[in-house]
């Protein structure tokens, strides 16, 4: 045996320790919450498990009369929505058991966290392949002053990269910028590098003349949200670090999906938001347009009917569907999370079928049936009973005819990214308390 090859087998060894011990604390920790619940609460555990339950229950229930009735019905709502919180708190703290439910959620939160160190995953399952490459010699980079707040101005981003040899054109106007024809342009002229300062849907414009020409692209974080740039772990608070590439940078593969015809980078979607998205009041008042529009559109009173169809299977009259380039990490219903890998050449699909207080109540445990369904699938295809239906597409509302084609082409993209990338971190895992029982008794196969 080498010494490099000892020195490996040490530290597997150290890392199946670690993640075992890892294991039993997060036994040890489960097992002290319901420890604290049965000594402290005594014959009043089950009677705090139901109320949880039932609190729960009811949350989800007043939230869905809440986004689909009007009138009074909705205000009654919102108020079970207050109270619901406010009448357990009262209950707890009456039977002086507020301290013992915190300690024991305490506990539980501490085995969850345990649990996923001990399943973490090997960095070759969730991080990308990095290839060497060379720096660019002409990158041209479209930048827009207006995004994210100003962040072009704020980080002074024009300045920075023409001073590491850039050409840049920032989008003021007058009238609309075609960023496709600078983009094409500066091809034509002998770029050798694309790049966007900007939101996710000019951010896909550019990717995919970039990706026509097989031309690295550089991604800067100086959108709102900057989904694109959280999955290939840039620094979204301060995107003048993404420059950083021009100078020393490596290369990510990563897919690109299509639909219609029109790159995107993040998602696509369908139904329920696509359609509040497309009203003229949406941009002055968000919130206001979405409790206007969401009772006719989840009841199937407005918009299309829809029907999605991906792999062997066809989901009828979802109310909405969200086609993703690479599948995200969704373990809850919080909201969608990150896509530790985008080179995986499969498009991720969730579509929400919620049209009764049953459904809403039963998404709580991923009921497939009518409720959540999460998929991966090379094509999916969305149907309609009309000609053409809305579509939000990386943010951008568009009308697009029927029957709607979503592909992807993996390894489309070549994103030039800097070296070191704060955000490159591991995703959730889901806590499987059975390799998690295997995995503390030592056995091996599930401790490597």
């Not at 950083?244 to 990510?252: F, N, R, T, V, Y």
Request: aromatic content about 4%; overall charge neutral; charged content about 20%.
């Amino acid at each position: 045996m080498t010494l490099d090859e000892g020195t490996t087998a040490e530290s597997a060894d150290s890392e199946s320790t670690r993640r075992r011990w890892l294991a039993r604390a997060a036994f040890m920790a489960a097992f002290a919450s319901i420890a604290v619940l049965v000594v402290f609460a005594g014959l009043h555990t089950l009677t705090l498990l139901i109320v949880a339950v039932g609190a729960v229950v009811v949350e989800v229930a007043a939230l869905f009369w809440f986004l689909t009735s009007r009138g009074v019905l909705r205000w009654l709502s919102l108020v079970v929505l207050v109270l619901t919180p406010i009448v357990v708190l009262g209950l707890l703290i009456g039977a002086q058991l507020l301290w013992v439910v915190l300690l024991a959620a305490g506990l539980a939160v501490l085995a969850v966290v345990c649990a996923r160190a001990a399943l973490g995953r090997d960095r070759a399952d969730w991080l990308m392949p990095e290839h060497p490459s060379a720096p660019p010699e002409r990158p041209f980079l479209v930048m827009n002053p207006h995004s994210g707040g100003g962040k072009v101005g704020k980080f002074d981003l024009k300045k920075r990269a023409e001073d590491l040899g850039a050409e840049v054109v920032l989008l003021e106007g007058p009238g609309t910028v075609d960023v496709e024809a600078l983009a094409r342009d500066a091809v034509a002229r002998g770029a050798d590098l694309l790049g966007v300062a900007g939101g996710d849907g000019t951010q896909a414009l550019v990717a995919g003349i970039a990706a026509e020409h097989d031309l690295p692209f550089l991604v800067i974080s100086a959108g709102t949200r900057n989904h694109f740039a959280l999955d290939l772990g840039l620094d979204r608070d301060d995107p003048a670090r993404c420059l950083d590439a021009l100078s020393d940078g490596i290369e990510l593969r990563i897919d690109l999906g299509k639909v219609g015809g029109r790159t995107f980078v993040n998602n696509a979607s369908f139904g329920a938001y696509a359609e509040v998205v497309q009203s003229p009041a949406y941009r002055d008042d968000k919130t206001g347009t979405i409790l206007r529009m969401l009772p006719d559109l989840l009841a199937g009173q407005r918009g299309g009917r829809l029907v999605a169809r991906f792999g062997d299977r066809t989901i009828d009259g979802p109310q909405a569907v969200l086609v993703s380039n690479g599948p995200y990490e969704m373990q809850d219903l919080a909201g969608l999370g990150r896509r530790p890998r985008i080179d995986r050449g499969t498009l991720g699909v969730v579509t929400i079928s919620v049209s009764s207080t049953r459904q809403a109540v039963g998404l709580l445990h991923r009921a497939r049936q009518n409720g959540l369904i999460q998929h991966s699938a090379r094509e999916v295809v969305i149907d309609a009973d009309v000609p053409e239906i809305p579509a939000g597409i990386d943010g951008e509302a568009l009308v697009i005819p029927t029957p709607v084609r979503c592909t992807v082409t993996p390894g489309a993209l070549r994103v030039r990214v800097p070296r070191n990338r704060p955000g490159v971190r591991p995703p959730a895992r889901p806590v499987d308390w059975v390799r998690l029982r295997r995995l503390a008794a030592g056995t091996r196969s599930h401790a490597g």
